[in-house]
């Protein structure tokens, strides 16, 4: 399993916009890390720049000791929109994970082998769903979606899960459970995880280490018990609020205690 470094990157998409300023962090194989930060921080642009599909405008990144260039095999991506088909089964979903190992032709071609087939249950397996592997997707709550989604990564044989808020979309248990089935597919499998959350509590249950992102940079690295409310003011608002002068509705209680997003706004 390999480490992942980050050393001095930036992304500058034009003159106004820099996503990443300067950014350096180590994150070891087998850790479970959650980005924390408020919308336009830059944690999609650390993750797309992590897998290879945006080019960091200076900097290093590193996986495994060795210098990421362009898209890499190993690196298993989960979406907030989970981009099933619908009219597939779970277990259809879930072999479209084959395709980046099998290449283009034989996945559309529908020729998979008896390996890639059995891959695919298991990989339901681990997520809970081997039960529902002949149900159709359209059929599928967004939750069980979420679940074939991951378990789609998981057929790549990824050593690296990365996920893009993927539990926006979800109500508070239904993210939970796909929470549960992330983490238990990353410590069965040993998996590096990098995965970004706008739900605070949600993430400290399942986060073994948080980076807290603000305007490109990395303002907090540390555990669950690091992560106080002054910190979490420090990520969200960039400075701790104090509890007196904030509007309703955006305290740093009611953002650890409700599934409200991060920024005190509903999410769809
Ligand atoms: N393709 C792009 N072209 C130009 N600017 C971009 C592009 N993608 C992102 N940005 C800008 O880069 C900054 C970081 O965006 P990014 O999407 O990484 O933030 P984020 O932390 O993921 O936010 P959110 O929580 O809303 O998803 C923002 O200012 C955004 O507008
Ligand atoms: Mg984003």
Do not use: C, W
């Amino acid at each position: 399993m390999p480490t992942i470094e980050f050393e001095d990157v930036s992304k500058i998409y034009d003159e106004d916009t820099v996503a990443l300023d300067d950014v350096s962090f180590t994150i070891d194989e087998g850790e479970f890390v959650i980005l924390l930060g408020p919308s336009g921080a830059g944690k999609s642009t650390m993750l797309r720049v992590l897998n290879g599909l945006t080019q960091p405008t200076e900097g290093s990144v590193r996986i495994g000791g060795e210098e990421l260039q362009g898209n890499r095999s190993g690196v298993g991506m989960v979406f907030q929109e989970h981009y099933l088909i619908e009219s597939k089964t779970a277990f259809g979903n879930a072999l479209s994970g084959a395709l980046s190992r099998n290449g283009l032709l034989r996945s559309a071609l529908g020729m998979h082998d008896d390996e890639d087939k059995r891959t695919a249950l298991e990989a339901l397996q681990t997520v809970g769903l081997l039960d529902e592997a002949g149900q159709r997707a359209e059929s599928m709550s967004g939750g069980q979606k979420q679940r074939v989604g991951i378990a789609r990564a998981l057929v790549q044989n990824p050593e690296i899960v990365l996920a893009d808020e993927p539990v926006a979309s979800l109500d508070p248990k239904a993210a939970r459970d796909v929470m549960r089935y992330l983490k238990k597919a990353a410590t069965e499998q040993d998996l590096t995880t990098v995965t970004s959350l706008h739900q605070v509590n949600i993430a400290r249950e399942f986060g073994d280490r948080f980076l807290g992102i603000r305007d490109g940079e990395v303002i907090f690295d540390g555990d669950a018990d690091d992560l106080t409310m002054d910190e979490m003011d420090r990520i969200y608002y960039g400075e701790a609020q104090g509890g007196e002068t904030v509007p309703t509705g955006t305290t740093s209680e009611e953002l650890g205690e409700t599934d409200a997003t991060a920024d005190g706004g509903e999410r769809a």
